[in-house]
Structure formats: C-alpha cells, structure tokens
C-alpha cells in the first residue's frame, strides 16, 4: 500500500532561518506528490506539487523536488516568516487508489 | 468561486446518535472525498464519491456512509457514534481527469462526541 513519513516535530525556528521538512514515501505505482498547509483552525490548502521524477514544486519561497531513487519529496524554504507557522502535510496519490495519503504533519512556529 | 462550502462547522454530539455532515463541491468539480483528520493526526481517507456511487473506501466501519446528490453535493453520515469518532472532518473536492488533479478542501466540520 501506500505510505508517507514525516520529519517529527514541533519545529521551531527564527524569523529568516532556512526550513527543511523531510518526506519519503512508499507507494504501490507512480504517485503525483504534495505538500499540503494548515493554519489554525482552517482546513488544507495546497502549497505546492510534482506529479512526475525531478519535477520541482515551488509556491509563495516554499520548493521541493520528486526524488524517485531516493523517494522523498523534501520540503524546503530559504527564509520562513512568522506567517509561514502552521502545520504542513506531506501527500501521495497514485492512478489506481485516487484517494490521497497523508504523513502525520509537522507544526512549523516560526519566532520573530 | 465559493470553493469547497462544508456545513455545519462545529456540532457536538452524544454518544450513539447520528450526525450528517454536508459539503458542497468547487464549481466544476464532479468528485467529492471525506477525511477524518483526529487531534494531532494527519487526515484519514473515509470513502470518495463520483457520479452518485462510492468509488473507493478507506478503512472505516459500516457506520460511515455517504451519498452524492445530482448538484455533485454530499452528505457523510455517522451512526451510533464514539467518542472516538470526536475529530475534523473534511472534504475535498476535484475533477476526476487523474491522479495529478488538485483536490481543494473544505474548512471542515468539527465533531465532538460526548
């Protein structure tokens, strides 16, 4: 079946510091990748995606990379802000399930 | 575009009644999906619907069920709850042309079970 695994968090960091958040995944055929954000009390908005290998995601600074050989999907930007604090999801979906699969999410707080 | 409109946004339940969630698709889109997201978890696909049938299910029990009405709208319902049914529930809507379609999510309905 399919899978994702999230860094752990709380992530806490400072106003302009670099942010990475690790993803890798497992899946059953060619997944499409996301990165889903949620800020307090809302519900999921995409963030960025890749639907094939070496495609790079990129919205609002944030970017990740599809890496088929080493099946990750890192999620990086080079100076978060305090806006950027939320909790931020890893997904997969794949042709054949439709249904998208989750990590356990990351809380990012960014401090100014 | 109103986007993915679920109603009600809280509802507080007591243990074994029923409760229906409804959601209303974006404009456009003909598929709709229901998550349980528990406190602290990452959202759990519950079942999608397309063209009024379910299409696919995860791994919940019997007393989930949903239907799909001929606006694309939908309705998930829960029987004889528990308090671990207690969680945010969402739904997403998309446009069935392939795995690489975005879904866009509601703001959710939070049930609490007590």
């Known amino acids: 079946g399919n899978s994702v695994t999230q860094m752990e968090g709380p992530v806490t960091l400072s106003e302009e510091a670099f942010l990475t958040i690790n993803c890798t995944y497992t899946a059953t055929g060619y997944p499409s990748l ?21 495609d790079k995601g990129s919205n609002k600074g944030f970017e990740a990379t599809y890496r088929k050989e080493t099946t990750s999907f890192h999620l990086e930007k080079g100076s978060v802000q305090v806006s950027d604090s939320a909790v931020y999801f890893c997904a997969l979906v794949t042709g054949s399930a439709r249904q998208l699969t989750f990590g356990s999410g990351t809380q990012l707080t960014v401090l100014p | 575009d109103a986007g993915v409109t679920q109603s009600p946004t809280h509802l507080i339940k007591t243990r074994g009644q029923q409760v229906t969630l409804r959601c209303s698709p974006k404009s456009g889109h003909d598929t709709v999906s229901w998550y349980q997201q528990a406190l602290g978890q990452g959202p759990q696909f519950i079942f999608q619907y397309y063209e009024e049938e379910e299409r696919q299910r995860g791994n919940f029990p019997d007393r989930f069920s949903g239907h799909q009405f001929p606006n694309y709208s939908s309705e998930l319902n829960v029987n004889a709850l528990l308090l671990g049914d207690s969680a945010l529930y969402l739904c997403a809507s998309s446009f069935t042309g392939g795995a690489g379609t975005e879904a866009f999510f509601g703001q959710g309905t939070r049930l609490t079970v007590v």
Do not use: H
């Open chain 1, 34 to 54: 996301f990165w889903y954000v949620q800020y307090p009390g809302e519900g999921l908005q995409l963030l960025l995606k890749a639907t094939k290998a070496d």
